[in-house]
């Protein structure tokens, strides 16, 4: 994924990126290179669109404020664009050193702080409720009953949730799952025995390899986030959506 990313943006930035054209496409290798997912190099490459001489702190002080009023964009995204920007500013002042007390004012721009809300939790009766809620006479159902299961019991973002395959998951003597999260950072979660009995049952009825995915699509495939209608991980989500 991030080699074709990297690729594209080089093949195609001076048509899009101007004179700025060759860092751009550097950066991209560089993030690539330093083992960068590729929708983080796509994220911050977002952000150099501009020549390098007009990016300055007014510009950028506008540029954020924009995206808070006209847009309405959440302060954390807000800081997330600054964040891509700081990043390739720096990077790009190692190529335009004559570049660099404009990059200094722009890197001295601050992090906009925020109130972060209490994160709310759900009851038992509620934790049973959505636990429930697949419909166990379907395939779908029964797949996304032992996803909730393996959600509640490891506490897995739903990008590790759906990033698990059928090898990360040890069934033996100590049931557990390795799960592979952000910044390619791995880590093994113990697993309840009815979490494993549930995974076990699943297991006999996909009839799945170590490399396949455990939750896949109807098709076998990759399951992307967005399909799975469990919001918020961090609190098992606030409804279930039946899909795919």
Known sequence: MITQVVSEVVACNR???????????HF???????????ITVENYLQCA????SDIDAPLVL?????LEVARHNSIRS???RLAAIRSFLRYAASRVPESLG?????LAIPMKRYERPLVRFLSREEICALLDAPNPNTWCGQRDRVMLATLYN???????LIGIRVGDVDLDRSPSVRLHGKGR???????????????????QQIGASPGQWLFPNRSGGFRRGKALGVYDSNMMGTAYIASE
């Open 62 to 66: 506008q540029f954020l404020d924009h």
């Open 102 to 106: 404009t990059i200094q004012q722009v």
């Open 28 to 38: 991209a290798d560089y993030l690539g290179r330093h083992g960068y997912a590729g």
């Open 49 to 52: 669109c501009l020549e390098l």
């Open 185 to 203: 950072k791995e880590r093994a979660v113990p697993l309840w025995r009815s979490t494993a009995n549930q995974i076990r049952l699943w297991l």
């Open 78 to 80: 807000r800081n997330l």
């Open 154 to 160: 490891t506490g897995a973002r739903v990008s590790e």
């Open 15 to 25: 048509a899009r990126y101007g004179a700025l054209g060759p860092i751009v496409g």
